[in-house]
């Protein structure tokens, strides 16, 4: 059997090669892809050194395929096939997406954001699951290697182009203290505020709370006493509803545990800022149509974040 040398090969002869066997006729061929005459015959001399075979030789008529030719159709045909589905764009359909998808999260995510996209996800692409990762030091490298395939929150990313976000929303802050807090039934001061023993909200790498409020304070001259730390967010109503405790927490996470707790909601006597909650994903998985959809699916449920924190 003659052996090919494929570096003499391209996507182009192979698709001469098709319509001339298809065609049988070297002016019809190349007019099929739009070839002149002349060039498709000069494709057919290259073709038949590769294959070391005339492939197609002269009739009455047409030309007729010579046994090698013949064999060469069919596999011709799907091999130009694969080609065309391999390059052609990726349709992705939910409802048939199999996977894990990672998520780097605190638990404000998991209490504000995850509920209402795994409900979305699980009408949608019910076959595909979700693994939560807490944020850590080596977190970005998790999303350089794939091991974890998107991050929400605050963290502070590299200059650089290898990582993508897009922001959800705008956060800001308010305090929480038990329903039956004497400090209710007052106005909020800086006095009162300041007097009063604080609860502090630290989670690592996602939201530097601690530093941005501290840091609001220094500016102002002015100290709390900070008599709890805690990385958690999940504690804190159950926290404040047992002491006199104030915590200043992000806004709409506070209108959560207000809706389940008997906690209540004061506006902070002091202008504590905002910042710009984030999604997060390495540049590696920006075009991938499964990341698409999940990132357009989480924009989708947190857009309307603003209004709901407006209307408070």
Known sequence: MHEIDLSQLDLNLLLVLYALLQERNVTN???KIGLSQSATSHALQRLRQVFNDPL???SKKDMLLTPCGLSLLEPLEKILLNIEQLIQPTVFEPKTALGTIGLAVSDYATVLILPMVLKEISQQAPQLNIECHIWRGETLDNLRNGAI?????VPKLPETEEFKSQKLFVEDFV?????DHPITQTDLTVESYLALPHGSVTPINVIPIKGHLDNVFSNLGVKRRVMLKTPHFLSVPMIAEQTDLIFTLPRRIAMQFAQYTNVAILEPPIELGQYDYL??????YHEDPLHIWLRSLIVSQTQDFETK???Y
């Not at 395939?149 to 929150?153: K, Q, R, T, V």
């Not at 305090?175 to 329903?179: D, E, Q």
């Open 29 to 31: 061929a190349g007019k």
């Open 56 to 58: 197609l030789v002269r």
């Open 149 to 153: 395939n998107l991050g929400l929150g």
């Open 175 to 179: 305090c929480i203290v038990r329903a």
């Open 279 to 284: 999604m997060i994903w390495h540049q590696r």
């Open 309 to 311: 924190s407006k209307n």
